[in-house]
């Protein structure tokens, strides 16, 4: 029940650091009690993976919203060393993605490229896209500056970094669908953009295959198509009618 207790108290530091609330996230941290030290050894090399993981990924995520960016990146190698060994993927996208941004963060954009071309390299081999939508607006930028050097990469790659941040700049990620889609139904339609199956957004959102087909069943009702080409096709064409009517004209 303890170690329970910890999972949720990290899982609490991360949604208040995502709301940009991060003082009152480092103050749940000091009466928590919680440190990275204590899963670096000690009691915490016992610790179920998934703790360590959660732990780790939300106080570096704090330590990057504090300016403390060396500090987090120090973390995070720690960590994504022993996921890397231990063939946690999912893991490894999260921990290459904060890596990332706490090199930008530095000014190393060499570094800040060589973790991106490892996200991108990890969600092209297993599919896990989840982590890339949640951190959209930072891994935008990162895939500018992974693609502002694109000689000598991996064409594969370079494909599913312009494919990916054309559907993060276009409208089927969330602001087409407001409110016509409930909230996860425009989650499940962000990774219909991606061209994700039925298999992938159950796991990326933790639902049965049975529900996410359920969600599909209505978004096609409300949209008024008949498939999955059809609706993010009809998303667009609303996201675009919408950005039209709220652009001012200019020069009339």
């Given at each position: ?11 609490r530091v991360e949604l208040l ?5 991060h003082r009152a996230a480092r ?226």
């Amino acid at each position: 029940l303890a170690r329970l207790e910890d999972l949720l108290q990290c899982q609490r530091v991360e949604l208040l650091v995502r709301a940009g609330k991060h003082r009152a996230a480092r103050a749940l941290v000091a009466d928590s009690g919680i440190s990275l030290e204590a899963y670096r050894s000690g009691d915490g090399n016992e610790a179920a993976w998934r703790e360590r993981d959660v732990a780790a990924l939300a106080i570096s995520r704090l330590l990057l919203a504090e300016g403390r960016s060396q500090e987090a990146l120090a973390e995070l190698a720690h960590f994504s060393a022993q996921a890397r060994e231990q063939g946690r993927l999912r893991s490894s996208i999260r921990y290459a993605l904060l890596m990332a941004q706490a090199a930008h963060a530095l000014g190393d954009r060499d570094r800040a490229r060589e973790h991106t071309g490892e996200v991108l390299a990890l969600s092209l081999r297993t599919g896990f896209i989840r982590a890339l939508v949640d951190d959209a607006g930072p891994l935008e930028d990162l895939i500018d500056l992974y693609l502002a050097r694109s000689e000598g990469l991996d064409a594969r790659l370079v494909n599913h970094a312009v494919r990916f941040r054309e559907r993060l700049r276009g409208p089927a990620t969330g602001a087409v669908t407001q409110p016509l889609l409930s909230k996860r139904e425009q989650e499940v339609m962000a990774l219909l953009a991606l061209g994700a199956a039925n298999k992938v957004i159950a796991r990326d959102l933790d639902l049965s295959e049975n529900t996410v087909r359920f969600h599909l069943k209505n978004i096609f009702a409300k949209l008024n198509v008949q498939n999955r080409v059809q609706a993010v096709s009809k998303a667009s064409l609303l996201g675009a009618d919408r950005r039209q009517r709220r652009t001012p004209a200019h020069g009339r």
